[in-house]
């Protein structure tokens, strides 16, 4: 039972450190202009630099666990001939070069080198690409099973840029604020919000392809998995409208100087951060339940 909930609350750290990484990533590489990258990815380092370091550490302690859930318990999670053991596995095949890319994240944002948000996107999307091979995905076979881990490593893809850019999002609004990065912290919050949009319709929609993937097109009787799904579900579709609410109600009112519209921004931008959490608590849980 404490192993299970170890790897519950280390799947957690490691979705959730990824996430963040993948996010701020995004944000430095893709969204803020090449005027803004240094600066916004120095103001984010508090987020994607312990998401590294978090990553990397979870990462290593999922190998040791999943040891100790396919051995005999706590013994097993301390020893070496178990975690050889697991490269046969194919979750220690997959997971090895999760370690790998998760180590490599850490040493590029030890160093910072040039081309520090450039580098950390490619590998961030190489681990979540790693990881719609595991899980309920990697457990059909065929084209089905290759259509479903697809769709898993474009859920959380789509996850990370929304989810993962909310505190970006934030930044870039505080920097806004200042005269000499208004025009480039503006253009990066309309491409988060332009790209946003395609963001969220693919979490919606890869969220639907992987419940008929993995439960099927009949739902037959309630099990703990399909009740924590539709929670789920529920807390996504508060997440979806509290983005049209920011969007589409609020944002407008950013030009009419209105200080009361942008404070409840920042609320709602918390409230959606704070869901998104819940949600990565649950896909987190879902990972030791049957889901059928």
Same mark, same amino acid.
């Given at each position: 039972m404490m192993?299970?909930?170890?790897? %519950? %609350?280390? &799947?957690?750290?490691?979705?959730?450190?990824?996430?963040?990484?993948?996010?701020?990533?995004?944000?430095g590489?893709?969204?803020?202009? @090449?005027?803004?990258?240094? *600066?916004v990815m120095k103001r984010l380092s508090p987020v994607w630099f312990p998401g590294a370091a978090l990553c990397a550490l979870s990462a290593l302690l999922l190998w040791a666990v999943q040891g100790g859930m396919m051995g005999d318990g706590w013994p097993d999670v301390f020893s070496p001939a178990i975690w050889l053991r697991l490269l046969q596995s194919h979750f220690g095949a997959v997971w090895l070069w999760q370690i %790998?890319?998760?180590? *490599?994240a850490l040493a590029i944002a030890l160093?910072?080198? &040039?081309?520090? @948000?450039?580098?950390?996107?490619? /590998?961030? /999307?190489?681990?979540v690409a790693l990881l719609g091979r595991t899980g309920h995905a990697a457990v059909s076979e065929g084209v089905a099973g290759v259509a479903s881990q697809v769709s898993y490593a474009l859920h959380l893809l789509a996850a990370g840029w929304w989810f993962g850019g909310l505190i970006p999002l934030l930044v870039c609004m505080a920097l806004a604020t200042r005269a000499r990065w208004h025009q480039p912290a503006t253009v990066a919050m309309m491409r988060f919000s332009r790209y946003g949009h395609l963001a969220v319709a693919l979490v919606i929609a890869t969220g639907i392809i992987n419940l008929l993937l993995i439960t099927g097109f009949h739902w037959p009787s309630p099990? &703990?998995?399909r009740t924590l799904l539709l929670v789920k579900v529920a807390l996504v579709m508060v997440m979806v409208t509290l983005a049209l609410i920011n969007r589409y109600i609020l944002v407008p009112r950013f030009a @009419?100087?209105?200080?009361?519209?942008? &404070?409840?921004?920042?609320?709602?931008?918390?409230?959606?951060?704070?869901?998104?959490v819940a949600v990565l608590a649950l896909v987190s849980l879902f990972a030791t339940l049957d889901p059928y």
């Open positions: 192993l299970a909930t170890s790897f %519950i %609350i280390l &799947r957690f750290c490691h979705f959730t450190a990824l996430l963040l990484m993948l996010g701020c990533a995004i944000c590489a893709l969204l803020a202009p @090449s005027a803004l990258r240094t *600066v %790998i890319f998760a180590s *490599v160093i910072k080198p &040039r081309g520090l @948000s450039a580098l950390l996107l490619i /590998l961030a /999307l190489g681990q099990t &703990r998995y @009419s100087k209105h200080n009361a519209a942008s &404070r409840l921004f920042v609320m709602l931008t918390g409230a959606e951060i704070a869901l998104s």
